[in-house]
């Protein structure tokens, strides 16, 4: 296990093998006073109390410093998933104690079977994550989450705590393969790690490429030819950074690749006009243009010109509204009228064609027409 002996850790201690592990490892190297334990008892299993005194038992032997943070709150409230819950309240107390004691990093017991397994979840789920099976070393709320002991496996994890009689819990939820990483715990052999690390590195580096191109041309305007001009993953991985860094990360953060494959299918296509829209995202593709925008900051006026505020007038560059009759209207709501509003005898919408005009220009445009004939008044061009 490297790790340096200068800094100070607060370690994880669920009781569990692996993070006995860790601490068991870790007081060999680094003084104890650069240690604190962190022990959270949920008391969400009925043998919650037991972890709790395998770590006391562990720490009062060992004379290291343990800080237990025991939880009271009635379960059958909790709305959210109990996984990620208990997650964030873990950290933040292990962040809480990092900080009254000033201390460097805080220690995580991850062995190589979560790597492993975390791995294989993402590729069975099929979707298009920023980093293959767990990294080394992350952040929570900007201080280092450290996993040491990532490149153990569980089987000698065991056989180390077996071989030096060292006490540990065992977790009743990990036997439950109704949990779909302990499925993949009950399927998977060690004896293939080797191979499967080496996959995993391989899409790993994949990704670092992708991620330096991407970082390149992510600033420049997406247009058709963009997406022709790259394929497969680089062009999912291309469209999620773009939309992420566009601030639609929510909608695009739990789909599957395919949702990426369709769109980038259709905005790859031989159509001269396409629109999706997904929640607040309006995706255009106007001959090779690309448009992505957000619904919520297209502004649309449909409305009798002497109705129009003094803002809108600004909006829509009107001084004077001198000459206009009662029942002229004026928009910018295209769409809407398309086939509807005539100008120089044709449809709005072949008029437009004609021209080619780009869909977000059509939007800026102010139509005005008059109600009963139909007939656009200003000049569009
Ligand atoms: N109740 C706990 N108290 C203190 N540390 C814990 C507790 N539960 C887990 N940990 C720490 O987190 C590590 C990973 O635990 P576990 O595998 O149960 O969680 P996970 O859901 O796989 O991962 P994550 O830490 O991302 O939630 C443990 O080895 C330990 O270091």
Redesign the pocket.
């Known amino acids: 296990m490297k790790i340096c002996n200068k800094k100070k850790y607060v370690v994880?201690?669920?009781g569990?093998p692996?993070?006995i592990f860790l601490l068991d490892n870790l007081i060999k190297k680094v003084k104890k006073e650069k240690i604190i334990a962190?022990?959270?008892n949920?008391n969400f299993r009925k043998d919650s109390n037991v972890d709790q005194k395998i770590c006391e038992d562990y720490c009062k032997k060992n004379n290291i410093d343990l800080r237990t943070k025991v939880v009271d709150v009635s379960y059958d409230n909790l709305k959210q998933n109990f996984?990620a819950w208990a997650?964030e309240l873990?950290y933040d107390f292990f962040v809480e104690v990092l900080k009254e004691n000033q201390f460097d990093k805080i220690l995580?017991?991850?062995n190589m079977n979560?790597d492993i397994e975390t791995y294989i979840m993402q590729v069975e789920k099929k979707i298009l994550p920023k980093y293959y099976g767990l990294k080394k070393q992350t952040t929570y709320k900007n201080c280092i989450v450290y996993r040491p002991i990532l490149e153990f496996k569980k089987s000698e994890i065991l056989e180390y705590l077996r071989r030096n009689n060292i006490h540990y819990a065992v977790d009743s939820t990990n036997l439950d393969i109704k949990y779909t990483r302990n499925k993949i715990r009950s399927t998977i052999d060690e004896n293939a790690f080797e191979e499967i690390l080496i996959k995993k590195n391989v899409e790993n580096k994949k990704i670092n490429q992708y991620t330096n191109k991407i970082n390149k041309l992510i600033t420049e305007k997406i247009t058709k030819k963009t997406l022709l001009n790259n394929t497969g993953e680089f062009n999912e991985r291309f469209l999620f950074s773009y939309l992420e860094n566009k601030g639609f990360g929510e909608l695009i953060y739990s789909r599957k690749k395919n949702f990426l494959k369709e769109i980038l299918k259709q905005l790859k296509s031989e159509k001269s006009y396409v629109k999706i829209a997904i929640g607040n995202l309006l995706i255009i593709k106007d001959r090779e243009n690309l448009y992505f925008e957000n619904i919520k900051n297209m502004r649309i006026i449909d409305k009798n010109i002497f109705d129009l505020d003094e803002e809108e007038k600004r909006f829509f560059k009107l001084n004077d509204l001198k000459g206009f009759e009662k029942d002229t209207f004026i928009t910018n709501n295209w769409e809407k009228y398309r086939s509807q509003l005539i100008y120089k005898n044709k449809k709005l919408s072949d008029f437009y064609k004609k021209n080619k005009i780009s869909y977000f220009d059509r939007f800026s445009t102010p139509i005005i027409y008059n109600k009963t004939s139909k007939n656009i008044l200003n000049n569009l061009l």
């Open positions: 994880g201690l669920s569990g692996d993070s962190c022990h959270v949920y996984e997650r873990r995580i017991a991850h979560d």
